[in-house]
């Protein structure tokens, strides 16, 4: 069974910086694009950066130049560098990943179960 597992999330003051991780596990035969995602207290869930199997990154406007996504392919884990954290950054961060577990099979879109990232002074 396929997992997705977040990690590093916290509380930061503002303009602090975190580095939040995703690690995938259990029977895996490729991954394609990988994401984040957040959602803050009465706001529905948002986009916040996703990248390709060919490292092609695409972000949200309001954390263009703040917040940069990476992945390890060799370990299955995407992250996402958060940095100079505004208060308006506090959300529930989840990632997600598209992956196909055996060859035979279709590939689906996993989640994780979240992280907790909180700006405040």
């Known amino acids: 069974q396929v997992q997705l597992v977040e990690s590093g999330g916290g509380l930061v003051q503002p303009g602090g910086s975190l580095r939040l991780s995703c690690a995938t596990s259990?029977?895996?035969?490729?991954?394609?694009?990988m994401g984040w995602y957040r959602q803050a207290p009465g706001k529905q869930r948002e986009l916040v950066a996703t990248?390709?199997?060919?490292?092609?990154?695409n972000y949200a406007d309001s954390v263009k130049g703040r917040f940069t996504i990476s992945r390890d392919n060799a370990k299955n884990t995407v992250y996402l560098q958060l940095n100079n954290l505004k208060p308006e950054d506090t959300a529930v961060y989840y990632c997600?990943?598209?992956?196909?577990?055996?060859?035979?099979?279709?590939?689906?879109?996993?989640w994780g179960q979240g992280t907790q990232v909180t700006v405040s002074s």
């Open positions: 990248i390709t199997s060919d490292d092609i990154t």
């Open positions: 997600n990943a598209n992956i196909r577990p055996r060859i035979t099979t279709p590939a689906s879109v996993y």
């Open positions: 259990g029977r895996i035969f490729s991954i394609n694009a």
